[in-house]
């Protein structure tokens, strides 16, 4: 399954301060649907580079972490429930600043 994932508002710099990754990635078991869940944790194993505290609080992204999913509120879709498919764009934009 192939996505487009954004890391936006900072993140950027923990996944070697690249923005845009396409990326190639199969649900596990041999499952049709990969959920956010899954995705995140190949994201994690697979993309970041540094300070996953920073991005994942558990298996979920931490708080002040928006997540889009083809520009819509992964909150609307269920969280980590919600399913991503083919072609997808997931956009990761951190809210939280220092000062």
């Known amino acids: 399954m192939q996505l487009t994932l ?7 710099l923990l996944f070697g301060s690249v923005k845009v990754h396409q990326i ?12 956010l869940q ?3 944790i190949w994201v994690r ?4 580079k540094e300070r996953p505290e920073m991005f994942m609080k558990g ?3 931490r708080p002040g972490v928006l997540v889009l999913i083809n520009d819509c509120d992964w ?3 269920g969280q980590l429930d ?3 498919d083919e072609k ?8 939280l600043h220092g000062g």
């Open 6 to 12: 954004e890391f936006k508002g900072g993140l950027e």
């Open 24 to 35: 190639e990635v199969e649900p596990s078991d041999g499952k049709d649907k990969l959920k």
């Open 38 to 40: 899954e995705l995140l």
């Open 45 to 48: 194993n697979h993309l970041l």
């Open 59 to 61: 298996n979920s992204v």
């Open 75 to 77: 909150e609307l879709l």
């Open 82 to 84: 919600a399913v991503v």
């Open 88 to 95: 997808d764009t997931v956009v990761f934009i951190s809210t």
